[in-house]
């Protein structure tokens, strides 16, 4: 029996951990570790949107929606940057919607950027900008410029689009843009009954109210 017993202990030996299964084990756990690091890196750190937005390229467009229709300008930000970019500015606070064209006169323009059909009016909050000039922009038909207290004068948030070329404006107020669709609601809105609140110089405030509904801008 005891031979027995010596045979079946030979025959049985204690088992021993392999050294190289135990460094395959570590090595396991490492991986485990470093690629656990690299999906959160990867999931907070700021990167590159990868949607299909577009990337906004050429001028923007001023889409400006009133209720006797929809006038689409496109902006000069490439010629004209100092002006558009404070009209942009004023659009994105939404500054524009719910005022109304405020002096008409068929012919030459129309006005807006100051009052609400209540009456009461609103300044910009950012200001006077400073005149900008280019000679390359004029006040032809369809063209928005910047209203001003003065020639040569920058404004702030009040603007007019030309029903009819009026380049007797030019070197004198900021164009910055020319309307590229609507120029007929341009016209009707010019020719709606108005008062002479503005007298010599021309065009009065409309009798039924024309009111921008809102302004937005958009990339084509």
Same mark, same amino acid.
């Given at each position: 029996?005891?031979d027995?017993?010596?045979?079946?202990?030979?025959?049985?030996? /204690?088992?021993?951990?392999?050294?190289?299964?135990?460094?395959?084990?570590?090595?396991?756990?490492?991986?485990v570790?470093?690629?656990?690091?690299?999906?959160s890196?990867y999931?907070?750190?700021?990167? !590159?949107? !990868?949607?299909?937005?577009?990337?906004?390229?050429?001028? &923007?467009?001023?889409?400006?929606?009133?209720?006797?229709?929809?006038?689409?300008?496109?902006?000069?930000?490439?010629?004209?940057?100092?002006?558009?970019?404070?009209? *942009?500015?004023?659009?994105? @606070?939404?500054?524009?919607?719910?005022?109304?064209?405020h002096?008409?006169? +068929?012919?030459?323009?129309i006005?807006?950027g100051?009052?609400?059909? @209540?009456? !009461?009016t609103?300044?910009?909050?950012?200001?006077?900008?400073?005149?900008? @000039?280019?000679a390359?922009?004029t006040?032809?038909?369809?063209a928005?410029?910047?209203?001003?207290?003065?020639?040569?004068?920058?404004?702030?948030?009040?603007?007019f689009?030309?029903?009819?070329?009026q380049?007797g404006l030019?070197?004198?107020?900021? /164009?910055?843009?020319?309307?590229?669709?609507?120029?007929d609601?341009?016209?009707?809105?010019?020719?709606?009954?108005?008062?002479?609140?503005?007298?010599? *110089?021309?065009?009065?405030? &409309?009798?039924?109210?024309?009111?921008?509904?809102?302004? !937005?801008i958009?990339? +084509?």
């Open positions: 029996m005891e027995d017993v010596k045979t079946r202990k030979r025959s049985n030996p /204690a088992q021993k951990k392999s050294p190289l299964k135990n460094r395959g084990v570590q090595i396991g756990v490492v991986l570790v470093i690629i656990f690091i690299a999906v890196v999931a907070f750190y700021p990167r !590159t949107p !990868t949607d299909n937005t577009p990337t906004p390229t050429g001028n &923007p467009i001023a889409v400006i929606s009133t209720t006797m229709g929809t006038i689409k300008v496109e902006l000069y930000a490439d010629e004209m940057p100092i002006t558009t970019a404070n009209f *942009v500015k004023l659009v994105n @606070d939404g500054f524009y919607n719910g005022m109304i064209f002096r008409v006169m +068929e012919g030459f323009m006005q807006a100051y009052m609400f059909p @209540d009456g !009461t609103e300044e910009s909050p950012y200001g006077s900008i400073e005149y900008e @000039d280019n390359d922009v006040h032809v038909d369809g928005i410029s910047m209203a001003s207290t003065a020639d040569r004068v920058g404004g702030s948030s009040q603007f689009i030309c029903d009819g070329a380049h030019d070197g004198r107020y900021a /164009a910055f843009g020319k309307t590229i669709e609507g120029q609601v341009v016209t009707a809105i010019s020719h709606v009954p108005r008062d002479n609140s503005y007298g010599s *110089v021309g065009g009065g405030k &409309p009798t039924t109210d024309v009111i921008i509904n809102s302004i !937005t958009t990339y +084509e």
